[in-house]
């Protein structure tokens, strides 16, 4: 299975930026997709972006412009730039591996165990 890992959590200010990172060890090799989520406390669990190792990529109407998922493939990782951030972005955000169209079944719904995101001043 490919398994991912989150990192890149933390407490950020109102406004600014933070990084996150998921590393799945053979998930180019695979083709397989990665995905993140997020889930607020109190909260359904919301579907963020996409991301095929091709570069494609898909974003939730309600962070485009804000999230950015990007990939290293040199490093086996997928990473999510998150800017202007505010309280709402207060959450754990987590990563999933999927098939997709073309991957292998070592993709198939492999979660990571995610990082918390606290937005606050």
């Known amino acids: 299975q490919v398994q991912p890992v989150e990192s890149g959590g933390g407490l950020v200010q109102p406004g600014g930026s933070l990084r996150l990172s998921c590393t799945a060890p053979?998930?180019?090799?695979?083709?397989?997709?990665i995905n993140w989520h997020r889930q607020a406390a109190g909260k359904k669990r919301e579907w963020l972006s996409s991301?095929?190792?091709?570069?494609?990529?898909y974003t939730a109407d309600s962070v485009k412009g804000r999230f950015t998922t990007s990939i290293d493939e040199a490093k086996d990782t997928v990473l999510l730039q998150i800017n202007s951030l505010n309280s709402e972005d207060t959450a754990i955000y987590s990563c999933?591996?999927?098939?997709?169209?073309?991957?292998?079944?070592?993709?198939?719904?492999?979660w990571g165990q995610g990082t918390q995101v606290t937005v606050s001043s």
């Open positions: 999933r591996t999927t098939r997709g169209s073309s991957g292998t079944r070592q993709c198939d719904d492999n």
């Open positions: 053979g998930f180019t090799s695979n083709k397989c997709v």
């Open positions: 991301i095929m190792t091709d570069g494609s990529t």
